[in-house]
């Protein structure tokens, strides 16, 4: 279905900045853009494993729809975590009706360092009040709902906030690097007041606990995505290598280019067993599902980065146009090195994790 839909749709999209709404509508009402949410509440019911493999392909085709589903079932399982059963009832079913939802926890002194959160919700009878700023959060601009993370007065909560509430505003990044139609967007909340129960269960804990749920899933749908755009470059660059000729044989026939084409296969299928292992873990609920979706949004990750550029060295002027699938992939790459944990973020959690695993 996606192949069809999107076509050679996505350089299109990524010019423009924009993917059609009714287009992210009608995947949401067919619950698609976060399939891992249970029948129950109108979902697909996928496995971590099933729906890794749909991202993968959805990565491989446009990784500003991709970001887009990374940012649904963020949001769904943000509510399915941290909400309250008649909230869930409420809440989830919108999002796999055809409705869009962004998660809002980085703001502008507050990306990795989440104790810098300086976003306020404030009891206030049977309201609360939100106030704060948020920055770079994927699909705002496309979004019916924010569920937006930020302080409460004994610790952290998670509130859900109409995009059209009084006091929102949302303003698109028009020139992102990558991942152009995601619809990222900057988030101003002024005084904004909802009902008491816009505020979800999980509260009072420490912001670090309460963005990690998000995040983890987050990070595993981030690495089944750069799966799919190691999978995309490695197809772009093996045609263009087996079609064209240089000093009278094939691209492919000479080692230098080879050996690109050998390190595409690498990263794809190191991305592809971290994923699968970390879906593994995610399914049976093991507490190392945590650490696992650290690991596999990091090798996927900085594989896609570098993977993307030896497409573009593969393709060369072929593969130099703006809106090209190896150009495309070559800046989205590069984003996902920084979404979700950077890098370097990454490399320290790690890092912590052998030291407490050392024995």
Not at 149 to 174: H, K, M, N, S, Y
Request: glycine letters at 10%; hydrophobic letters at 45%; a neutral charge.
């Amino acid at each position: 279905m996606f192949t069809d839909l999107v076509g050679d749709r996505a350089a299109e999209w990524d010019r423009t900045g924009r993917i059609p709404l009714d287009t992210l509508r009608g995947l949401g009402a067919k619950g698609l853009l976060c399939a891992q949410v249970p029948a129950a509440h109108g979902g697909l019911a996928f496995s971590s494993r099933r729906n890794g493999e749909l991202t993968a392909h959805v990565g491989a085709l446009c990784s500003s729809l991709r970001s887009v589903m990374t940012s649904q079932g963020m949001a769904a399982w943000t509510l399915r975590r941290l909400a309250g059963a008649g909230q869930q009832a409420a809440l989830v079913p919108r999002l796999t009706g055809g409705e869009l939802a962004a998660v809002a926890f980085s703001e502008a002194g507050a990306g990795s360092d989440l104790s810098a959160l300086r976003t306020r919700i404030t009891r206030d009878g049977d309201e609360v009040v939100v106030d704060g700023a948020k920055v770079w959060t994927t699909n705002a601009a496309y979004a019916d709902l924010l569920v937006v993370f930020g302080r409460t007065e004994d610790g952290a909560g998670a509130v859900v906030v109409p995009a059209t509430a009084l006091g929102v505003r949302i303003e698109r990044i028009t020139d992102p690097l990558g991942c152009r139609a995601a619809g990222h967007a900057d988030i101003r909340l002024d005084g904004v007041r909802l009902p008491a129960d816009a505020l979800l269960d999980g509260v009072d804990r420490t912001p670090a606990l309460l963005v990690t749920t998000a995040l983890s899933y987050g990070r595993m749908s981030v690495a089944w995505g750069c799966t799919g755009i190691l999978r995309g470059c490695l197809t772009a660059a093996a045609r263009h290598a087996n079609a064209r000729e240089q000093f009278g044989v094939r691209l492919a026939e000479h080692q230098l280019v080879a050996r690109h084409l050998a390190e595409l296969l690498i990263a794809e299928q190191g991305a592809s067993r971290a994923c699968e292992h970390a879906s593994e873990l995610w399914d049976e609920g093991s507490p190392d599902m945590v650490t696992a979706a650290v690991l596999a949004k990091h090798v996927a990750a900085t594989g896609a980065a570098r993977g993307a550029a030896r497409a573009v060295q593969v393709l060369a002027s072929a593969g130099s146009r703006d809106g090209h699938t190896v150009a495309r992939a070559h800046r989205d790459a590069k984003l996902m090195e920084i979404i979700e944990g950077s890098s370097e973020i990454c490399e320290l959690m790690l890092a912590r994790h052998a030291l407490a695993t050392a024995g």
